[in-house]
Each structure stands twice: as C-alpha cells, then as structure tokens.
C-alpha cells in the first residue's frame, strides 16, 4: 500500500503541468497576502484572501489533485498493470486517496496557514482554525473527486460543477445547500475553533466533522468498488 | 481447367488497363478547408457529429445558461414589467462560472485532441498552413462562445420587445451587450484554447483554464475589494486590468450597463486601457497559438 502511495506521489510532483499550474496559483495567493499586508497593515482584507483560498483554490487543489493521482492512469490504459498486482482494490483506492490527500493539504491547506499568519500574526488562534477547516474539508473534497475520477472519465467537469455552480452560485442562493455542500463544513469547523472566523455557516462542528467523514469514507469505500468492476473504456 | 493458384508463367504477365481515373474536377484550397474546418468545430464544440454522450455537457450548460433568461422573460409577461431586472451585459457577469466552464471544458475537444492523437499530421497534409489551422479552430471555439453568450441577450430582447418596452432603448442596450459579448469571448477563447493546447491532458487543461479564469478574477476582486475599503480607487481600477471577467465588468459599467463592477474606470486614459488590454489579450493568445501550432507543425 505504502509502495503506490509514495509512487503516486512522486508521479504526481512529477507532473510539470499540474504542479506549476497549482504551484503558481498558491504562489500568486500567498503574494498577494504579503503585498497587502505590506500596503494595507495587518488584518486588512484578510477575509478576501483567506477567503479566495477557502472556497476556490482549495476545491481546485483538491480536484487536480484527485483527478491527477487516477484520471491519466485510466486514461493510458497502464492502471490494468497496477489492478493486476494482488493487492485489493480498496487497498489501492486508499492509496491513490493518500497521495492526492497529502499534495491537497500540503498545497491547498497549508498556504492558507501562511496567508492568514503573514496577513494577521497577531491571532495565529484565527489561521490555525481556517487551516483545520481547510484540511477538514479538502479531506472530504479529495475523497468525493476520487470516487468521481473512479466513476466517470467526465470527473474534473462535474467536480467543478459541484464546487463552482453548486456549491457557490446555488450555495450563495439557497441557504440550506450548506448541509448538504463541503466548504460551508470546513467554515463551521473553522467558526467553532476561533471566534473572529464570523460568521459561521451555523450547520455546527458536530455536524459537519460527522458529515465530512461520512462523505469521506462513502467515497472511498465507493472509489473501491468501483475498481472492483473496472472496464477500460475507449476515448469518448 | 488451369490451377488459379499456380504462379504466372515467366514472361506470360500482362497489365490489364481496368479504366481507373483520377479525380479531374476542382480542387478547393486552403480557405475552403478552413471554412470546413471551422464548421465541424463550431459543431464539434456542441458535441454535433461526435457520440451522443459527449452531447450532454455542452447543452446541459447551454441550458442552464439560458434557465435565467426564460425566466426573466416568463416573469415578464405574466407581471408587465416596465424594465428588464437584469442588463444585458450585467447578464454575462452573472452566469460567468458558467461560461468559463464551458470555454474550459470545450477548449480541449478543439485544440487537445488532435495533437494528443498526432491526427493533426493528418490536417497538415492537405493544402493547409499550420497558422491556419490554429486560426480555424479559434474562430470555432469563438464562435461556439459566442452563441452561449448571446443566446440568452436574444431571448431577454424578444422579451422586452414583446413586452412593448421601447424599441430604441433595447436595440442600443443588446447592441451594446452583443460589442461586449464579442470582447470577452474572444479573450476567453484565447486563454482557454491556449491552455489546451499547451496541456493536451484533457482533466489539467480544464483546470488549469478555470484557475487561470475563476482564480484570476477572484484575486481581482479581492484586490478591488480591499482597495475600495481602504480608498484606493485607483488601485482597484489598476487591477481590473488582469482579468478578463473584471474587464468586461469595468467596460460593462462605462457602457451604462449596470453590473457589479467594485471599481469601473473612471478617467478616459483608463477607459481606453481597458478597450485596449482587452483587445490585446485576445489577439497575443491567438498569436501564440498560431506561434504553438506552427512548432507542432515543423516536428
């Protein structure tokens, strides 16, 4: 398990494409904080900025991520020779799940820790409770992304759909999406860490944490099964 | 009777002429195979002539593009309202993750494909210039653009005419909305075919060109909003300036067109910087292009 894991992972930070692409964008984030907390002094913009990191670079680390670790092994045909290894499918969607989780906490996570202290060092308490919604909720995105990459050769297209249209034009809209959407989970984890994280989406901690490793362990589990009954498909 | 699988005798062999000709009629050149080109595109990029599946998405988008359109037009026949409750250039902003999905998604089906197969060697065999290939296939994706965005000005305009509102004000208002439409796709369309054919993974191209268009704009309008709380106007008009969504709100707002805009132009030095990156960006994409297809070409 271990040995795909590390594979995968040293493949996915092979990938020039994908690594310069999510590299850049989180480069450009963290720039951004440093310029404005230079320009603007401490706390100014911090909810923009963390805020663009919460709820659209992370989703989208989380996808690349996900799509990366399986979408091109399906797509060449070469994950028949890893599914011909005797090692359980599940075993191997945990594995594929355990690289894409480390590049999105690592990527998507971890740079919200470090725009939120270079914008407001004064409250670390306030960062160190975005990131723990960010690594909460960037867990749940990885899983359901990879159970889509499983289940569809269209997954990065419905994966976007689900964070952008659903979860951000219906999400803004209609109120009661934040049950059923990740982001607003990782918001009230984050909400019920630190007081100035306002205002929470109002779903509770207890829910959310419950639902993201429901979410989570569905999609795994999913991502399995779907390997179980694997069929190599043509290109469209 | 003679055994037919016996060799020919040595010296025995004949050519029969069975009455083959060649092709004697005329040959079309480069501009017709670039109009047939950007006709299958502009079909291609619906999913038209390709399996039913890859068919969904594009009209799935199409239609929810168009959802808001039908009903605001519903809602305006049945309540005889007396203006429209959304402008026509304000509509694009609103459905803008839309449209970069779509540009996203369907900026692969026309510029990663035949690189990614090496069927573009087969195109370059015919009388067809690599530049002009790339051209072609940025004027389908502009096109097939153009009608996502323009659909549903139409449906809101035969809305309003139908509601009797005044002819004059609509025609100059969707005008202005089609002039604007026009800017953005082509800039889209350079940006997203760029990044497809520089990422011929289908998955990372999408991606890469959402981040690129959603990102980008999300760090503008962060930019604007900061700067605007801290009264910094011009900051905010300065990084309107690094996107292609924020360009369009800014000009969108000096056309008298509503819109969210947090920090139009104001000075008409800025004005014309807007006009004049817009512009620009579109036409260094589609260099660019042409500048990628013709190093494919050369190998």
């Not at chain 2, 605007?228 to 996107?243: K, P, R």
């Amino acid at each position: 398990m271990s040995t795909i894991t590390l594979e995968t992972v040293s493949r996915w930070y092979g990938n020039v494409v994908a690594v310069n692409g999510i590299s850049m964008t989180v480069a450009v984030l963290v720039v951004l904080a440093v310029v404005v907390r230079v320009v603007a002094g401490p706390g100014a913009g911090y909810h923009a900025v963390v805020g663009l990191g919460f709820t659209l670079a992370l989703p989208i680390v989380a996808l690349l991520a996900a799509s990366a670790v399986l979408g091109p092994e399906i797509d060449d045909g070469s994950i028949v020779y890893l599914l011909a290894k005797p090692v359980g499918r599940h075993v191997v969607a945990v594995s594929k799940f355990a690289a894409a989780w480390v590049a999105t906490l690592t990527l998507g996570a971890l740079p919200l820790l470090v725009c939120g202290l270079v914008m407001d060092a004064g409250d670390p308490g306030r960062s160190l409770a975005w990131t723990v919604g960010a690594a909460l909720a960037g867990t749940a995105y990885t899983a359901l992304f990879l159970g889509l990459a499983a289940l569809t050769r269209h997954a990065v297209v419905i994966g976007l759909i689900f964070v952008l249209l659903w979860e951000g034009l219906l999400g803004q809209l209609l109120g009661g999406i934040k049950w059923v959407a990740i982001g607003p989970w990782g918001e009230a984890v984050a909400a019920a860490l630190s007081s100035r994280v306002e205002p929470g989406p109002g779903t509770g901690a207890g829910y959310a944490v419950a639902a993201a490793a429901v979410v989570t362990a569905g999609s795994l589990w999913f991502a399995g099964d779907r390997l179980r009954s694997f069929t190599l498909r043509g290109d469209e | 009777m003679t055994d037919p699988t016996a060799a020919t005798p040595v010296g025995r062999s004949v050519i029969h002429d069975l009455g083959y000709r060649p092709y004697t009629g005329p040959r079309l050149g480069e501009g017709a195979i670039a109009r047939a080109l950007v006709l299958t595109g502009f079909r291609n990029a619906f999913g038209l002539g390709r399996s039913g599946k890859s068919k969904v998405l594009p009209f799935t988008l199409l239609a929810l593009n168009l959802l808001p359109a039908v009903i605001i037009a519903g809602v305006m026949a049945l309540t005889g309202a007396d203006e429209l409750p959304i402008g026509y250039a304000e509509y694009a902003s609103t459905t803008q993750v839309l449209l970069g999905i779509f540009v996203a998604a369907q900026a692969p089906v026309l510029f990663s494909r035949d690189l990614r197969h090496g069927t573009i060697a087969l195109y370059l065999a015919r009388p067809l210039r690599a530049s002009t290939y790339a051209l072609a296939r940025w004027t389908s994706l502009l096109a097939a653009t153009l009608v996502f965005l323009i659909l549903p000005v139409v449906v809101m305009y035969a809305a309003a005419l139908l509601g009797e509102l005044d002819v004059t004000d609509q025609t100059r208002d969707a005008g202005k909305a089609v002039l604007l439409a026009l800017l953005l796709a082509a800039a889209l369309t350079g940006v997203g075919g760029l990044i497809a054919s520089w990422s011929t993974r289908r998955g990372f191209a999408v991606v890469a060109t959402i981040a690129v268009l959603l990102i980008g704009n999300g760090i503008v309008t962060a930019v604007q909003g900061i700067a605007s709380d801290e009264g910094a106007t011009m900051v905010g008009e300065w990084a309107g300036l690094f996107s292609p969504y924020s360009l369009y709100r800014g000009l969108a707002r000096v056309f008298g067109d509503g819109g969210d805009s947090l920090a139009p132009p104001t000075s008409g030095a800025m004005q014309a910087a807007y006009a004049v990156v817009f512009v620009a960006t579109s036409v260094a994409c589609v260099g660019a292009l042409v500048w990628r297809y013709r190093r494919m070409a050369e190998r």
